[in-house]
């Protein structure tokens, strides 16, 4: 069974790319834009994995990822941090509400793929 993963983005075009190339590399995917949407669906879908934009409407992604991460129900999602914030103390605050990863844009594809396989233990 494919695995489930759940983007959270508010740019449709990276939203686009990036699901292309899960859905080519076997993935079941899901996308949400912003991140009320996103935590909605976390919660209902239980994704494997969730990408996770920190700019988004309604909820940021650390909102998002703190509020997943420090519920029982949802906490062993693997989540990793999307976003162009690329400052020392963004990726800190990621880890702090408890992300799995913290990759930045402009992004290279296949670092974000080697990521999951690792977060989803996959060979």
């Known amino acids: 069974m494919a695995k489930k993963i ?68 949802y906490k062993k999602i693997s989540i990793i941090m999307f976003t162009a914030r690329a400052q020392k103390e963004d990726e800190q605050l990621g880890k702090d509400v408890g992300a799995d990863a913290y990759i930045t844009k402009p992004f290279v594809a296949a670092d974000l793929l080697a990521k999951i396989k690792e977060l989803l233990k996959e060979e």
């Open 6 to 73: 759940l983007i959270v983005d508010d740019e449709p075009k990276i939203v686009m790319m990036v699901k292309n190339r899960l859905e080519a590399s076997g993935y079941e995917v899901l996308t949400a834009s912003d991140g009320q949407e996103g935590l909605d669906k976390a919660r209902s879908q239980k994704p494997d994995l969730i990408i996770l934009d920190v700019m988004l409407p309604k909820l940021d992604g650390y909102k998002v990822c703190r509020m997943l991460k420090f519920d029982e129900a």
